[in-house]
């Protein structure tokens, strides 16, 4: 099992950047593919971000591709997102997950992930 802290969320304007990280504990980090969700006031948790479980592959959604930016680093087990020129339409709650890679599996739906953090919120102001 793994359980998953997400951090580094804030209050930024429009323009600027955060970069939110998401602490993994167990020694299985590196196993496993992950994936960053957010979710608004109103909304459903929708994908963002996907990077498999070496780092070499990542997907993103359209409205963050160029902008957002999805790492890990399986030595500190943990995974990050580079978020630059934010926008006050990405102000949500952030969510990371490990991705369940089985038959079937896709990586743009949340029901396809499990072990979800607490969120980071992050707040971009116009």
């Known amino acids: 099992q793994v359980q998953l802290v997400e951090s580094g969320g804030g209050l930024v304007q429009a323009g600027g950047s955060l970069r939110p990280s998401c602490a993994a504990s167990?020694?299985?980090?590196?196993?496993?593919?992950m994936g960053w969700f957010r979710e608004a006031p109103g909304k459903e948790r929708e994908f963002e971000a996907h990077?498999?479980?070496?780092?070499?592959?990542?997907y993103y959604a359209d409205s963050v591709k160029g902008r957002f930016t999805i790492s890990r680093d399986n030595a500190k087990n943990t995974m990050y997102l580079q978020m630059n020129s934010l926008r006050p339409e990405d102000t949500a709650v952030y969510y990371c997950?490990?991705?369940?890679?089985?038959?079937?599996?896709?990586?743009?739906?949340?029901?396809?992930?499990?072990?979800w953090g607490q969120g980071t919120q992050v707040t971009v102001s116009s």
């Open positions: 997950a490990v991705h369940e890679t089985r038959v079937g599996s896709s990586v743009y739906y949340a029901a396809f992930y499990a072990y």
């Open positions: 990077i498999s479980w070496s780092g070499g592959g990542t």
């Open positions: 167990g020694r299985s980090f590196s196993r496993y593919a």
